[in-house]
C-alpha cells in the first residue's frame, strides 16, 4: 500500500485535467483505463515474465510489459481485422488472461522481489503527474476535439483518418485516395483501432485524449528501467524520468502546439516508436551484454524481433539507432577481444533485415528526403535573417546552401546555439566514451546514429529531428550512468545537485534574454546571439576550470550532466511565466487550418449514416476552405478525418507521390499538384457539372457512394438534385447519395 499511494497522484492529476477539459466523461476514462490494463498491461507483463522474468518489482515490468502487450495486441489486430473479426479482437488479450490464470499462476507474482526505494516510486509518480497534467491542461486544452473546434492541426485529422481506416482493412489503403496502398508508419494508429474495436470508444475520442496517457507514463518507465540497469544505480531512472518530464512544466503556464520533445500528442509514431525502441535496447542489453541469461532466452529472443519490427513500423527513426548501437558494440569488442563477435554481428544482420523489411511495407513518408550537411539548421526561426538563405527543407544539394555561398559566422553562430541550447541535453551522454564497456559503446551507437541523422538527413517537413528525439533515451541514459559514476567519486554530491540547479537558473536566464533580443537588423541580432552564446561558453570553461583546480573532478561530472539536463526546462518555463502565452490564443486557431461548423457537423453526420467501407467523392483537399487554385495546401482532411470515411481524392500531400516532387516548380511538397489529376478532374466535374455517366462511372469503378458537396470550395450544380439522392444539407455543405 505504501508503495502504491504516490502513483495516486499522476491519476487525480489526469482525473482533475480531464474535468477542467469537460469533453471526456468518468465512463469513458474508466473503460479506457481498464482497456489498458486488462488489455494490454497484464496480458503483456504476464507473457514477458514467462519468456524471461521479472525485474522485481511491478512498475518496470509493467513498463516493459505493456509495449509486449501491445506487440502481443498488433498480431491479434492484424490477424482479426483481416478475418473481419474486429469486434471480437477482446478474445485476443483474453485467451493470454485465462492462459495463465490455468498454467501460469506462479507469474501473477513477483517470486524474487527486488523493490526499488520509495524515493524513486515518488520520482516517477510526480515526473508522470508532470506529464499528464502538461497534457491535459496544456496541449488538449489547446487541441478541442472535432466538432467541438474552430481549427484542427492537420496531422491530427490525418492521423485520425488512418486510425479510421486500421479499424476496417489491413493491409490499409490510403483514406485520401481510395484503391491505393498506405505507405506510412502506421503502427501506432493501428494500435488505436485495435483500442477502438475492444472499448468501442470513438477513435476521435481515443486519438485526441485517451490513447497518449498510459503511453506517457510508459515512455517514463521504460526509460528510467534503460538508465538504471546500464548505471546499476536505481537514482539515474529518475533523474531520466524527470529530465522527460521538466520541459512539460512550461504547459502548465503557457499553450503550444505539442508537447515537449521526445514525446509527442501529435507524432504517435514518434511516442509509440520511442517505447519500442528503449524496451527492444533494455532486451538486447539483456541478451548480449549480462551474463549467465538462459532461461528463457529464446523466447526473449523472439518478443525482441517482435517489439523491434513494431518500433521499425512506428517510427523509421528506431531501427538505424538499434542497428548503430549493436555494430558499434560489436565494433569495440571485435578491437578490444581481437575476436570476431558473432553473436552480435548476427543481431545487427537481423535488425537490418527487420528494418529492410518495415522500410519496404510500412515505414513511408521518407520521399523526398535527400542527404545535406546541416539541413536542420533551416528549423530555426532566425536561419534566412542570419544567412540570407531561403533555399526550402529537401533541397540545396549536400552542403548547406549557407555554407557552400560562403556564409560561415552566421552558419557557425547557428550551429553554435543548437548544440549549445536548443540540443544541450543530447550531449550530455557522450560522457560515457572511453568506458571499457560494450553497454557504454552500445549507448554511444545509438547516440552516434541519432546525431547523424539529425546533421546529414534532409526531410521536406525538417523530420530529421526525430533522430536526436529517439536517440534521447540512450543519451539519458548515458548521462545518468556518468553522473553516477562521478556522484561515488564526489563526498558530498547533495551540494554538488544545489550549485548544478542555481548555475542552471543563470544560464536559463541568459537564454530568455537572448531569446528576447529584437530583430533590428541581421549584423546585431547576429552579434548580440554570438555574445549570448561565448558567455555561455565562458562561465562553463570557468566552472569546469574551477572545479579541476578546487576538487580534483571529483563530480565534475555529475555537476555537468545536471547543468545540460536543467537548463533546457528551466529557460522554457522563465520564459514561458514572464512573456506569457505564445499562441496568444486559448485554443488552437490557426487560419489555414479553420474548418467551418457546418463542414464538421455535416463530416460527423456523414460518418453516423454510412457504412465504414462507403466512398465519398469531395472537393476539400484544400485548405484553407475555398476553390481550388495551383499552389494550394493539400493537407485537407475534413471528409477522410472527422467523417472518417475513404475518399476518392482528399488531401494527397503525405502521400509519398506528393513528397517526391518536393520543390519541383519551386513549391513544397504540400503545393504541388494532385498526382492523380484524373481524380481531381472526375470530382470537379460530378459536383459542377455533372451527368449520369459521370455518377455511374464514379459508382462502377471507385466504389462512390456519396457526395459531400460544399459550396466553399467551387459551385455545386443543382442538377445534383435530379441525379442523386440530397441526404443531409446544413449550411454551405450538401450530402448526396448516388443512386444503385
Not at 476496417?168 to 505507405?183: A, F, K, N, T, Y
Not at 524496451?279 to 532466452?297: C, H, M, N, Q, Y
Amino acid at each position: 500500500m505504501r508503495r502504491s499511494l504516490p502513483w495516486l497522484l499522476p491519476i487525480l492529476v489526469a482525473v482533475l485535467g480531464f474535468a477542467e477539459l469537460g469533453d471526456v466523461g468518468p465512463v469513458p476514462l474508466i473503460k479506457y483505463a481498464a482497456y489498458f490494463a486488462l488489455s494490454v498491461a497484464l496480458p503483456g507483463t504476464l507473457l514477458l515474465r514467462a519468456a524471461w522474468r521479472s525485474t522485481g518489482n511491478w512498475a518496470e515490468d509493467l513498463g516493459l510489459g505493456s509495449v509486449v502487450g501491445a506487440t502481443w495486441q498488433l498480431i491479434g489486430w492484424a490477424i482479426f481485422t483481416a478475418l473481419g473479426w474486429q469486434h471480437w479482437l477482446i478474445i485476443w488479450p483474453a485467451l493470454v488472461l485465462i492462459g495463465f490464470a490455468i498454467a501460469g499462476r506462479r507469474h501473477w507474482r513477483i517470486t524474487d522481489p527486488q523493490p526499488l526505494p520509495i524515493a524513486w516510486t515518488w520520482g516517477l509518480a510526480v515526473s508522470a503527474a508532470v506529464m499528464l497534467g502538461a497534457i491535459t491542461i496544456g496541449v488538449m486544452a489547446y487541441h478541442p476535439m472535432p466538432p467541438h473546434g474552430e481549427a484542427y492541426y492537420p496531422d491530427l485529422l490525418y492521423h485520425l483518418s488512418m486510425v479510421n481506416e486500421l479499424i476496417r482493412s489491413v493491409p490499409p489503403e490510403i483514406p485520401q485516395v481510395v484503391g491505393e496502398r498506405l505507405d506510412y508508419h502506421w503502427f501506432a494508429n493501428a494500435d488505436m483501432a485495435g483500442t477502438v474495436d475492444i472499448t468501442r470508444l470513438t477513435p476521435t475520442v481515443v486519438l485526441f485524449r485517451l490513447w497518449i496517457l498510459p503511453w506517457l507514463v510508459v515512455s517514463l518507465l521504460v526509460c528510467a528501467t534503460l538508465a538504471r540497469i546500464v548505471s546499476r544505480t536505481w537514482w539515474t531512472g529518475v533523474l531520466a524520468a524527470l529530465a522527460l518530464a521538466a520541459p512539460q512544466l512550461y504547459l502548465l503556464v503557457d499553450t503550444s502546439v505539442n508537447l515537449a520533445p521526445p514525446v509527442s500528442l501529435l507524432s504517435p509514431s514518434q511516442t509509440f516508436g520511442l517505447v519500442a525502441a528503449v524496451t527492444v535496447a533494455v532486451f538486447l542489453i539483456e541478451l548480449l551484454f549480462k551474463p549467465g541469461i538462459k532461461r528463457g532466452s529464446k523466447w526473449l529472443w523472439l518478443i525482441t524481433v517482435a517489439v523491434a519490427a513494431v518500433g521499425g513500423g512506428s517510427k523509421p527513426t528506431v531501427l538505424p539507432l538499434l542497428i548503430a548501437g549493436v555494430g558499434l558494440a560489436a565494433l569495440y569488442l571485435l578491437v578490444t577481444t581481437r575476436r570476431v563477435p558473432w553473436r552480435l554481428i548476427g543481431v545487427t544482420a537481423a535488425l537490418a533485415a527487420v528494418g529492410a523489411v518495415t522500410l519496404l511495407t510500412v515505414a513511408g513518408s521518407t520521399s523526398g528526403s535527400s542527404v545535406q550537411f546541416l539541413a536542420a539548421l533551416k528549423s530555426l526561426p532566425v536561419y534566412s535573417a542570419a544567412t540570407g538563405d531561403t533555399t526550402p527543407p529537401g533541397a540545396g544539394g549536400l552542403i548547406l546552401p549557407a555554407l557552400a555561398h560562403g556564409e560561415v559566422i552566421g552558419t557557425l553562430t547557428l550551429l553554435l546555439g543548437l548544440l549549445l541550447t536548443v540540443q544541450a541535453m543530447s550531449w550530455a551522454g557522450f560522457g560515457v566514451v572511453g568506458r571499457q564497456d560494450p553497454i557504454a559503446w552500445f549507448l554511444l551507437g545509438a547516440m552516434i546514429a541519432g546525431w547523424a541523422g539529425y546533421l546529414l538527413i534532409d526531410h521536406p517537413s525538417v523530420s530529421e529531428s526525430y533522430f536526436v528525439y529517439t536517440a534521447a533515451p540512450f543519451s539519458l541514459a548515458g548521462a545518468g550512468w556518468f553522473a553516477a559514476t562521478s556522484a561515488r567519486a564526489a563526498r558530498r554530491p547533495i551540494p554538488i545537485a544545489i550549485a548544478a540547479f542555481v548555475v542552471s537558473i543563470g544560464y536559463a536566464g541568459l537564454l530568455v534574454w537572448a531569446r528576447g533580443v529584437p530583430a533590428v537588423s541581421t549584423g546585431r541580432q547576429l552579434w548580440l546571439s554570438t555574445r549570448m552564446l561565448l558567455v555561455v561558453l565562458g562561465l562553463t570553461l570557468v566552472l569546469l576550470a574551477v572545479w579541476r583546480l578546487f576538487f580534483k573532478q571529483a563530480g565534475g561530472g555529475m555537476f555537468v550532466v545536471l547543468v545540460l539536463l536543467a537548463t533546457a526546462p528551466i529557460s522554457s518555463f522563465i520564459q514561458s511565466a514572464v512573456r506569457g502565452d505564445t499562441e496568444k490564443a486559448p485554443t488552437y486557431r490557426a487560419a489555414r487550418w479553420w474548418v467551418y461548423p457546418d463542414e464538421a457537423s455535416a463530416a460527423v453526420w456523414l460518418g453516423q449514416n454510412s457504412a465504414p467501407t462507403d466512398v465519398v467523392a469531395t472537393s476539400t483537399w484544400c485548405r484553407p476552405a475555398g476553390p481550388p487554385k495551383p499552389g494550394c495546401d493539400a493537407r485537407g482532411y475534413v471528409v477522410s478525418g472527422i467523417a472518417g470515411r475513404r475518399t476518392l481524392i482528399e488531401g494527397w500531400a503525405y502521400t509519398n507521390q506528393a513528397m517526391a516532387q518536393q520543390g519541383v516548380g519551386g513549391r513544397r511538397y504540400t503545393e504541388q499538384p494532385s498526382p492523380w489529376p484524373d481524380r481531381v478532374a472526375l470530382t470537379d466535374q460530378a459536383l459542377t457539372s455533372p451527368t449520369a455517366e459521370v455518377l455511374h462511372r464514379m459508382r462502377a469503378q471507385y466504389g462512390v457512394r456519396w457526395l459531400y458537396a460544399d459550396a466553399r470550395n467551387g459551385p455545386v450544380s443543382p442538377a445534383l438534385d435530379q441525379l442523386a439522392v440530397l441526404r443531409h444539407s446544413i449550411g454551405k455543405v450538401r450530402i448526396y447519395e448516388l443512386r444503385e
